[in-house]
């Protein structure tokens, strides 16, 4: 999981079989705040260096009160 500034969560290395799913939380937290900002959350497959699938989740995040 990652911002356009920094890696903000890691998971795994972990395997599934085909058919089989994951539900896990993930805790991160964003540095700055700000709107419209855009977390990437990138799967892997083995060792490829290129995700198979990317979500990108866009946030307004406010500064702490």
């Known amino acids: 999981m990652q911002s356009s500034e920094a890696s903000l969560a890691s998971v795994g290395p972990f395997e599934l079989a085909d058919g089989m799913t994951w539900t896990e939380a993930i805790t991160f ?5 700000g709107n419209d900002q855009a977390i990437d959350i990138l799967l892997f497959t083995h060792e490829d ?9 866009w ?3 406010r500064g702490q009160p």
């Not at 937290?29 to 705040?33: E, L, Q």
């Not at 260096?49 to 989740?57: D, F």
């Open 49 to 57: 260096p290129e995700p198979y699938r990317q979500l990108r989740l």
């Open 29 to 33: 937290a964003v540095p700055t705040a």
């Open 59 to 61: 946030l307004d995040v």
